[in-house]
């Protein structure tokens, strides 16, 4: 139960295993969390002034029931006492705007499972059904399934999203019904990450750059970082700054030479997209583009090419059908194209194996570019994001989310940008055949899915992706084929921009001096005074 974190749910026993796995751990917190409460004080009325639970997305949904169940069973109060108690320690952070990506399962199963966890569902979906007079479609149990973003929505004190476009877009999507039956439940948190770890401990050479220029402590008041706007004239710290970056390059070209037997030029740019393998993050999107640049260079090698490394990581969900034939593809790419002799330095491809966070704190203050290429209002947050922009990394992306804040906080003009906005990527979806219309329009495009077909990177199985070309042809559901060519022209400016190394390292300080936002401290003070109402010891 506790050897492998989310196990498959594909099939009906991985279903059943995960569902256990999620009540055990949360029992086990909660347990936890009531025994040592007990330990100091006896009223259990007081739990909701002592205790903050922060529900990280739909998982540990089964904390409302859980806790009412031990309040009741176990400490003998009664079902209204146990449920505003419950009610006033939860609350919700959604993750993710994608329908099909909020848990159900089916009453068949939870009833059998769980069937006291069954039967207090059922009691609280009959209050939230009464008094919300709600639509049947916003009931917890409908169609015979347990829907648990709406279990936890309705079991919280308050319901968080994670960037400012993430929380409006909940607010008019997934949770528009029961935002107006709750009104003011939903709020933001911009997400975070922790400086001490993503730029002090993983990049010590920038770090040191850092500490020289504008003086030690800014790892605990990363707004600091805008003092580094002061210095851009300065020739001596942009010089600085492009050297700890060719610092790390090194390092990570020694460490590829290592574990993946490939040299490395480390003046070439580093463009890295490292993250979960999802269809609405688009990989697919970034191995069309290098699929694009190899004809373009065996026709005219003597050209002035902007060398790059192709940096891929991520693992998939190990059920994710889709998501693995797109691993494959990038495998299948890298090994033609890296054994082209024609292709030489101007373009490597890379995909080393187990992403996880060690190989992450390797990679990020190594990336010149960092690839945030989602679908406009797929991505909840994005956090990698946020990690490469501290370590000087610039951003080609869209207008999705986190990206939209990173955008405003480092200016406009050292961001690149391409691709729909969230509100066109809605209108986009209406128009008949989008992807068939945006393919005829890019003979670029058309030149990929050919080659694809042709099975150019798998002549040992030229058929392996003719499903994948042929769901791109025709159903395209994010919209790789409409943002393709918006994505080749940024990727353009992004090769005459690294070209000038001097205006590149101006960029980067620039991204960097505006990274202070995106500490994980700033998103706790906020979670802090606005939803768990504590505050710091220190
Ligand atoms: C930060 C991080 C993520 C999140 O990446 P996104 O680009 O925001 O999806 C995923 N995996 C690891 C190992 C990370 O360190």
């Not at 059943?16 to 969390?33: C, P, V």
């Not at 309040?71 to 099909?100: M, V």
Request: aromatic share 8%; net charge negative.
């Amino acid at each position: 139960m506790s050897r492998v974190l989310h196990p498959e749910d594909t099939t009906d026993n991985g279903k059943e295993l995960r569902l256990k796995q999620e009540y055990f751990l949360t029992s086990a917190a909660l347990q936890d969390i009531l025994r040592r409460f007990l330990s100091k004080y006896d009223d259990l009325s007081m739990l909701p002034s002592k205790v903050a639970i922060q529900m990280n997305d739909t998982h540990p949904a089964l904390a409302g029931p859980e806790l009412m169940r031990l309040l009741i069973d176990e400490h003998g109060l009664t079902w209204d006492t146990a449920k505003d108690i419950a009610r006033g320690c939860l609350n919700y952070t959604n993750h993710t705007l994608l329908p099909e990506a909020l848990e159900t399962w089916s009453t068949w199963l939870m009833g059998r499972v769980l069937p006291r966890h069954m039967q207090i569902i059922e009691g609280i979906d009959k209050e939230h059904r009464a008094a919300t007079k709600c639509p049947d479609d916003l009931g917890i149990v409908k169609h015979d399934q347990v829907h648990m973003g709406t279990l936890a929505f309705v079991m919280a004190s308050h319901v968080n999203g994670v960037s400012a476009l993430h929380t409006e877009l909940m607010k008019e999507t997934v949770f528009s019904e029961l935002n107006d039956a709750y009104p003011k439940l939903i709020l933001n948190q911009t997400n975070g990450v922790t400086p001490r770890r993503w730029l002090r401990l993983s990049n010590p050479a920038s770090s040191k750059v850092l500490s020289e220029t504008i003086g030690a402590g800014w790892e605990s008041d990363l707004g600091r970082l805008a003092e580094l706007g002061a210095h851009e004239a300065d020739t001596g710290v942009r010089d600085a700054i492009g050297a700890a970056k060719r610092e790390n390059k090194v390092a990570l070209s020694n460490w590829a030479s290592d574990q993946l037997g490939i040299r490395l030029n480390p003046d070439a740019m580093f463009d890295v997209q490292i993250k979960r393998m999802h269809e609405y993050k688009r990989q697919l999107l970034n191995v069309f583009e290098t699929i694009a640049r190899w004809p373009a260079i065996r026709d005219n090698p003597q050209a002035d090419w902007t060398p790059r490394v192709k940096i891929f990581g991520g693992k998939a969900a190990p059920g994710y059908f889709a998501a693995k034939e797109i691993i494959h593809l990038i495998n299948d790419v890298a090994n033609t194209i890296n054994t082209d002799p024609v292709v030489g330095d101007r373009l490597k491809v890379i995909y080393p194996a187990n992403y996880n966070v060690s190989m992450a704190e390797r990679l990020i203050p190594a990336t010149d570019l960092s690839e945030q290429i989602s679908t406009a209002g797929k991505e909840a947050s994005g956090t990698g994001n946020m990690k490469f922009t501290m370590n000087g990394a610039l951003t080609i992306g869209t207008l999705d989310v986190a990206n939209v804040e990173i955008r405003e906080h480092v200016g406009a003009e050292n961001f690149f940008l391409f691709g729909m906005t969230a509100a066109q990527v809605q209108q986009r979806y209406q128009v008949m055949d989008h992807a068939r219309d945006a393919i005829q329009a890019s003979q670029t495009l058309r030149n990929v899915l050919q080659m694809i077909v042709e099975g150019r990177f798998n002549p040992d199985d030229p058929q392996r992706y003719n499903g994948l070309v042929d769901a791109t042809w025709n159903h395209d559901p994010f919209l790789v084929a409409s943002d393709f060519e918006s994505y080749l022209s940024s990727q353009a400016k992004v090769d005459t921009a690294y070209a000038d190394p001097d205006h590149w390292n101006t960029l980067a300080l620039r991204n960097i001096a505006g990274a202070g936002f995106f500490s994980s401290d700033r998103t706790i003070k906020g979670y802090m005074k606005d939803i768990w109402d504590t505050k710091s010891l220190a």
